[in-house]
T-cell receptor, first 116, second 113 residues
Framework: AQKVTQAQTEISVVEKEDVTLDCVYE???????LFWYKQPPSGELVFLIR??????QNEISGRYSWNFQKSTSSFNFTITASQVVDSAVYFC?????????????FGTGTRLTIIP | DAGVTQSPTHLIKTRGQQVTLRCSPK?????VSWYQQALGQGPQFIFQ???????QRGNFPDRFSGHQFPNYSSELNVNALLLGDSALYLC????????????FGAGTRLSVL
């Protein structure tokens, strides 16, 4: 069975501070995908990133960066110089790499509030 | 390019009734997945449709059923509604060879009274 744990329920930071959202996962699959989605108040889940389990290279996209560590089953997400528009609920998710077994297993989310 | 569209936006039903939710996938996508998101929780996978057939199913009772049409659009049907079915229902679409990047619609908010 797959499981995703986001231990941080809510985080509040002052604008321009850096913030890291934690994600820990469990899976028996040897190859899998990891994802981060953002859910603003409108409700739509916005795709941010997908990583393959066999590619542990960290990634940076603008103010966003992701740290994937297979040894600790973690896939953490850092926002640098946070902005009010970053306020949302962020979900980490996991899926199998296998065709036909593509359901996403989500964590319970972290509500991020950026204080102006 | 239109994204994933869902209708209706909001719906109010009473216990025991039946409901149908609709989803149009993103252009070029052939796979549709449905998720249920209770308040304060992460989305839970209901099922996925590909080539008009249910390919994978989560832990939901048979009251939840679906359909995919030749144009790849999809419906989610829920029979004998319970209070606990109140949730945001999210549709996601993806392309079979797109390495499982699922794009979500804004959802249908179902309230069961």
């Amino acid at each position: 069975a797959q499981k995703v744990t986001q231990a941080q329920t809510e985080i509040s930071v002052v604008e321009k501070e850096d913030v890291t959202l934690d994600c820990v996962y469990e899976t028996r699959d040897t190859t899998y995908y990891l994802f981060w989605y953002k859910q603003p108040p409108s409700g739509e889940l916005v795709f941010l990133i997908r990583r393959n389990s066999f590619d542990e290279q960290n990634e940076i996209s603008g103010r966003y960066s992701w740290n994937f560590q297979k040894s600790t089953s973690s896939f953490n997400f850092t926002i640098t110089a946070s902005q009010v528009v970053d306020s949302a609920v962020y979900f980490c998710a996991l899926s199998s790499y296998n065709f036909g077994n593509e359901k996403l297993t989500f964590g319970t989310g972290t509500r991020l509030t950026i204080i102006p | 390019d239109a994204g994933v569209t869902q209708s209706p936006t909001h719906l109010i039903k009473t216990r025991g009734q039946q409901v149908t939710l609709r989803c149009s996938p993103k252009s070029g996508h052939d796979t549709v997945s449905w998720y249920q998101q209770a308040l304060g929780q992460g989305p839970q996978f209901i099922f996925q449709y590909y080539e008009e057939e249910e390919r994978q199913r989560g832990n939901f009772p048979d009251r939840f059923s679906g359909h995919q049409f030749p144009n790849y659009s999809s419906e989610l049907n829920v029979n004998a509604l319970l209070l606990g079915d109140s949730a945001l229902y999210l549709c996601a679409s993806s392309f079979t060879s797109g390495k499982n990047i699922q794009y979500f619609g804004a959802g249908t908010r179902l309230s069961v009274l």
